[in-house]
C-alpha cells in the first residue's frame, strides 16, 4: 500500500534536507558564517528534518506490513540500508576524518526497523510506547552512556563530536508514533491519501518522497563537488 500523501510528506522532508545542507556546504566553503551546532533556527531545523524522515519510516513500515510480514522483502531493504549506512561512514571518514559518521540517520533506521519488529502488534500502546521513548531521550543522561560503544542509545551527556547523530533515544519514539499513524490509516481505509495531490508542486515533492535513499546519498557529493569547482 502505497500514499501520495506520505510520499509527499517524506518529500518534504526530502527538500528541506536539500536546503539544509546545502546552507551547511556553503559554510563548509566559507561563503556564510552558520553556527549550526548552537544557532536554535538551524538546530529546530534540522530537528524537524530528522523528525520528518523518522516518522516516515515508521508510517511506511506499519503500511508495507499490514498483510504481515515479508521476511524477504523486508531483509532486502536491511542490506540496501545497511551498504548505504556504510557508504555514508565510508565517505565521512575520508571527507571529515575527525567527525566522521558514525551513528546517523541511515545507521539509526537500520536499527530502529529491526527494534521495531516487536511493536508491530502492539497497535494502540505504540503511542504510550512512543511519548514514553521520546521522554527518556529528551530527559534522562547518564555518563555511562558517554562510552563510544553505547553512543548509538542516546541518553549521552553530551552531543558526541560528529557530523551526524540520530541515536535511538529520543528518536525511536517518533518512529513508533510513524507506525501508529500508519496502521491507523489501514484500519480506517483512508483512500483519500492514496490519491494523487493537485497542489502545485505536488508531484515533485511525491518524486523526490520516492527517491529520498538515493537523493541522501547522491546530493551531498553532488553539493560539494560543485561548489569545490565554482569555489576554487
Known sequence: MRL????????????LMLVYHFCFDLNYFGVVSIRFQT????????????GGFVFAVGASLALSTHNGLNPRRFLRRQIILGVSAGLVSLGTYLIFPLTWV???????????RILSLPFLRLHHLNPAFGV???LV??????P???HPWLH???MMTHKPFTEDY???LPWFGVLLLGLYIGQSIHRHRLSILQAPSSLPGSGILSWLGRHSLLIYLLHQPLFMGVLYLLLR
Request: hydrophobic residues 70%.
Open 102 to 112: 558514525v551513528f546517523g540517520v541511515l545507521h539509526f533506521i537500520f536499527v530502529a
Open 166 to 168: 540520530v541515536p535511538i
Open 144 to 146: 555511562v552512556f558517554n
Open 152 to 154: 548509538w542509545l542516546g
Open 4 to 15: 501520495s500523501a506520505l510520499d509527499m510528506f517524506r518529500g518534504a522532508a526530502v527538500l
Open 132 to 134: 514514553l521513548f521520546l
Open 39 to 50: 544557532d536554535p533556527l538551524w538546530l529546530g531545523l534540522r530537528a524537524v528534518i530528522v
Open 137 to 142: 531521550g529528551l530527559t534522562v543522561q547518564h
